[in-house]
C-alpha cells in the first residue's frame, strides 16, 4: 500500500534556530514529491515538487531535498511567520492516474521569537 | 495571481440533506480534484476530472458523492444524502494541462454535518 510518513509530528523552534523535517515514502512508483504549507483553516499552499533523486529546490530560508526513500525540508534561521503545519504528498506512476496526491499527516512548526 | 476559489467558506447542514460545494479552478487548468481532511487527520483524495468525466476516484467517493462542471468556470461536489462523518474541510484543487504537475488548492469548505 501506497504510504507517505512524516516526522516529527511538531517541532518547536527558536527563532534562528535551524532543523530538518522529515518525509518518507513507500509508492510503487514516485512520479513527483510534493510540498507545502497549510496554515490552520486554510487550504495548502505550494512549495516545492521534485522529481528524481539527488534534486534539491530553495526558497527563502526553506531548502527540499529527495532521495529514494525520503525528502526532507531543511528550514535555515527559521522566523515566526514560518510557523504553519507542512505537508508532503506523494504523486505516483499508476497508470490512466491523472495525478492524485498522497498525503502525509504533516509536521506542525512552531517557531518562537 | 491566479488562485482556486470556493464557496461557501462554512456550510452547516442536518444529516440526511443535499449539499453542494462549489469551486472555480484557474482558469487555464484542466485537470480537478477533490479532497477531504477530516479535523486531525490527513488530506483525502476524493476524486479527479478531466475532460467532463470522472479520471479516477478514491473508496471514500461512494454513491453519495457526484462531482460536476456545469459550465466553463464551476467545478461542484454535490453529498446527496449527508452523514454525520463527512464533516471535513473539502479542498477543491486544479492543475494545468502542461508544465509542472503541481495541485493548487482552493481555500477549503468547512462542512459540519449536524
Known amino acids: 500500500e501506497d504510504q507517505v510518513t512524516q516526522s516529527p509530528e511538531a517541532l518547536r523552534l527558536q527563532e534562528g534556530e535551524s532543523s530538518s523535517l522529515n518525509c518518507s515514502y513507500t509508492?510503487?512508483?514516485?512520479?513527483?514529491l510534493f510540498w507545502y504549507r497549510q496554515d490552520p483553516g486554510k487550504g495548502p499552499e505550494f512549495l516545492f515538487t521534485?522529481?528524481?533523486a539527488g534534486e534539491e529546490k530553495e526558497k527563502e530560508r526553506l531548502k527540499a531535498t529527495l532521495t529514494k526513500k525520503e525528502s526532507f525540508l531543511h528550514i535555515t534561521a527559521p522566523k515566526p511567520e514560518d510557523s504553519a503545519t507542512y505537508l508532503c504528498a506523494a504523486q505516483t506512476h499508476y497508470g490512466g492516474s491523472q495525478g492524485n496526491l498522497i498525503f502525509g499527516k504533516g509536521t506542525k512548526l512552531s517557531v518562537k521569537p | 495571481e491566479p488562485e482556486v476559489t470556493q464557496t461557501p467558506s462554512h456550510q452547516v447542514t442536518q444529516m440526511g440533506q443535499e449539499v453542494i460545494l462549489r469551486c472555480v479552478p484557474i482558469s487555464n487548468h484542466l485537470y480537478f480534484y477533490w479532497y477531504r481532511q477530516i479535523l486531525g487527520q490527513k488530506v483525502e483524495f476524493l476524486v479527479s476530472f478531466y475532460n467532463n468525466e470522472i479520471s479516477e476516484k478514491s473508496e471514500i467517493f461512494d454513491d453519495q458523492f457526484s462531482v460536476e462542471r456545469p459550465d466553463g468556470s464551476n467545478f461542484t461536489l454535490k453529498i446527496r444524502s449527508t452523514k454525520l462523518e463527512d464533516s471535513a474541510m473539502y479542498f477543491c484543487?486544479?492543475?494545468?494541462?502542461?508544465?509542472?504537475?503541481?495541485?493548487?488548492f482552493g481555500p477549503g469548505t468547512r462542512l459540519t454535518v449536524l
Open positions: 521534485l522529481y528524481s
Open positions: 509508492v510503487s512508483g514516485l512520479r513527483g
Open positions: 484543487a486544479s492543475r494545468a494541462t502542461s508544465g509542472g504537475a503541481e495541485q493548487f
